[in-house]
């Protein structure tokens, strides 16, 4: 038998041995779960960390986004003063580095180029940032980037390009395309034709709406462009006799004016004024039209043989006039010879038919400041002495010389009207001036 003690002994080793089997087994029943629960705590936890990184690299983009759209909001905001100033300009060697102006306060790119268009294909006109393309670049149209761009007419993306036919790509873009990248390249076009390519580096951040801000841009240059292309035709015309390409009468009288004004000014001013002998008859017997020819045949002679410092134009009708800075009588007298020979010695269209076979012209000469100190006094001078020639046979050149002068020499208006023209371009003053040469009977 076991006594008390022992018995209670024996109970709590029972006791711990069912305790301890009790465990076990209600580890081992449950411990699967237990790790399924850890494992699921675990990937919560990266789930949230992942969550946590992904919403901090979010608020960093949208931070991003946000100071981009602001620089994009107040690079627009921009675009219209830009482009007021961009109007502005006149000068067109002044617009390509306006319009790369704009560009890089829209788009921030790491270098543009301005590319105009040449007889022989493009040339790089203006360069911003590090580009390996420098100013004077020329690339043919049809190659390379730029190139195509300009035979395409459409604006260009890397996107773009990827889509291009195999043919395409080893042919037009075999070469010529940035080794830095680009971003986007625009055609400058009016009507159907290109006048400039705007090639655009690779941008720090993308915009939204990029290709259509470029459109606008290459728009509002060519208008630029185009209007500063029609002014400068309009000054030209201003200065240029329509007809012959000569300066007009009133923008070669102001040359004079300036020369007589400029300092150091010129010593002596030679004044040969000419014109074609019996040009009515020509008319008459031609037709106009051949009349017209025989001015600007007669004009291109001009502009290929006078020399660097002398000015020649068209004063009227038939009539021309050759301006020779610093040359004295002697000097006039030659220059006026040597064109009045390289004219009798040409032969013109129809020249057979005049009277002396030929075409030929008369002149007059007077030189300041010894002949007259005002530009009005020097031309009525060289008109008398164009008279002089006129009634000496024709065919010559006379130099002013009051002894030699007929008295039924007849009184010259050209100077009155010349001090007129000077002060405005007044229509009424053409006609009187176009009559007063007209109305010297047997001058042809």
């Not at 040597?338 to 076979?357: A, C, D, V």
Request: hydrophobic share 40%.
């Amino acid at each position: 038998m076991f006594s008390a003690l022992e018995l209670i002994g024996y109970l709590v080793i029972v006791t711990a041995l069912a305790g301890t089997l009790g465990y076990r087994w209600a580890v081992g029943v449950h411990e699967p779960r237990l790790r399924k629960l850890q494992l699921a705590a675990t990937r919560a936890d990266q789930t949230v960390q992942q969550q946590r990184r992904t919403a901090e690299d979010l608020c960093a983009r949208l931070e991003t986004a946000e100071k981009r759209c602001k620089q994009l909001e107040h690079s627009l905001a921009e675009i219209p003063e830009i482009a007021q100033e961009l109007s502005a300009t006149r000068d067109l060697r002044e617009i390509p580095e306006k319009a790369l102006d704009l560009v890089q306060k829209v788009f921030q790119p790491s270098y543009s180029v301005f590319y105009r268009s040449s007889r022989d294909g493009l040339v790089a006109a203006v360069v911003r940032g590090e580009s390996e393309f420098s100013v004077g670049h020329r690339i043919k149209t049809g190659e390379g980037l730029v190139g195509w761009v300009a035979v395409k007419q459409l604006a260009y993306t890397p996107e773009d390009m990827r889509f291009e036919s195999g043919m395409v790509r080893s042919t037009h873009l075999a070469s010529g395309v940035p080794e830095k990248g680009f971003s986007l390249c625009l055609p400058v076009t009016s009507g159907s034709r290109t006048i400039g390519v705007i090639l655009i580096g690779p941008c720090a951040q993308p915009i939204p709406h990029w290709r259509a801000i470029g459109r606008t841009i290459a728009l509002i240059t060519s208008a630029v462009i185009s209007s500063a292309t029609v002014l400068r035709e309009q000054r030209l015309l201003a200065k240029t006799d329509g007809l012959t390409g000569l300066m007009n009468r009133k923008h070669l009288l102001l040359q004079v004016q300036e020369l007589l004004v400029a300092d150091p000014r010129p010593r002596t001013i030679g004044f040969f004024l000419f014109d074609i002998d019996h040009f009515k008859k020509y008319n008459d017997t031609n037709g106009h039209l051949p009349g017209d020819e025989l001015l600007k045949s007669l004009s291109q002679l001009l502009r290929d043989n006078i020399r660097a410092a002398e000015l020649v134009g068209r004063y009227g009708g038939e009539e021309f006039i050759m301006v020779m800075p610093n040359a004295d009588r002697a000097g006039a007298l030659m220059a006026a010879e040597r064109i009045r020979g390289l004219i009798s010695g040409t032969t013109f269209p129809n020249g057979e038919k005049q009277p002396s076979g030929r075409v030929t012209v008369s002149g007059g000469v007077a030189v300041w400041p010894m002949d007259g100190s005002d530009v009005d006094t020097l031309l009525r001078k060289a008109d008398e002495a164009l008279y002089q020639a006129k009634r000496a046979g024709r065919d010559r050149v006379c130099a002013y010389a009051p002894a030699a002068l007929g008295a039924d020499s007849p009184p010259s208006r050209v100077g009155q009207v010349v001090a007129q023209t000077l002060l405005e371009d007044n229509p009424e003053a053409q006609f009187e001036f176009v009559h007063a040469i007209d109305g010297r009977s047997g001058t042809e």
